[in-house]
């Protein structure tokens, strides 16, 4: 089982949806972060999240310490945001960077 | 502005030749990452180092080699022995052990050997 699970692996959806994408991981973490890769496999971060909730746009990303649970949501979706999302946990022991598999996200016009 | 390079974005070799990827960052981070993506997979950690002169083999280091001379650069090189070398490489840092600092992500290299 991998440390770190995503779901759903793939998702369609209309745009204008509210999307919703999570990642759980199964280790003690000093930082989980969220990262969105196009295409061309060009990496972008999005968001670092030791804790609550953070906002850019219409990007929002939670975090449950408690339940080693994370959210990205993208609120009036639109098909730019096409795209691989990625989440990454660091490891509190060793600090290494694991990553999930990723999410493939596909917004029809 | 600091930030974590990598180069090139796109590298095509022939097979049987060893190729280096560049990962450069500016942030004084202590540590350091090499990562492999195959398609549609996820990214798995080849090596990586949390200190100059020192590092420590990932899941899938095999045909790979690395070194860290200096704080601020981590090449990768793929060497001959890597049986399927065309990948998709990213290369991160971060602060060793730091609760909530941020990682840096490199853009990537995708790695073509023909």
């Known amino acids: 089982k991998n440390e770190v699970e995503q779901s759903p692996q793939n998702l369609t959806a209309q745009e204008g949806e509210f999307i919703t994408i999570n990642c759980s991981y199964s280790?003690?973490?000093?930082?989980l972060h969220w990262l969105q890769q196009h295409p061309g496999g060009g990496i972008v971060s999005l968001f670092m999240?030791?804790?609550g909730k953070k906002k850019h746009g219409r990007l929002i990303a939670t975090i449950n310490i408690q339940e080693k649970h994370s959210s990205l949501h993208i609120t009036a979706s639109h098909p730019r945001d096409s795209a691989v999302y990625i989440c990454?946990?660091?490891?509190?022991?060793?600090?290494?960077?694991?990553f999930g598999k990723g999410t493939r996200l596909h917004i029809l016009p | 502005d600091g930030g974590i390079t990598q180069s090139p974005k796109y590298l095509f070799r022939k097979e049987g030749q060893n190729v280096t990827l560049s990962c450069e960052q500016n942030?004084?981070?202590?540590?350091m990452y090499w990562y492999r993506q195959d398609p549609g997979q996820g990214l798995r950690l080849i090596y990586y180092?949390?200190?100059?002169?020192?590092?420590q083999k990932g899941d899938i280091a095999e045909g790979y080699s690395v070194s860290r001379e200096k704080k601020e650069s981590f090449p990768l090189t793929v060497t001959s022995a890597q049986k399927n070398p065309t990948a998709f490489y990213l290369c991160?840092?971060?602060?060793?052990?730091?609760?909530?600092?941020?990682?840096?992500f490199g853009q990537g290299t995708r790695l073509t050997v023909v």
């Open positions: 991160a840092s971060s602060i060793f052990q730091g609760v909530g600092t941020e990682a840096f």
């Open positions: 280790v003690g973490i000093s930082a």
């Open positions: 999240l030791s804790s």
């Open positions: 990454a946990a660091r490891g509190n022991r060793d600090d290494k960077i694991i």
């Open positions: 942030l004084n981070h202590d540590a």
């Open positions: 180092s949390q200190i100059v002169n020192d590092f």
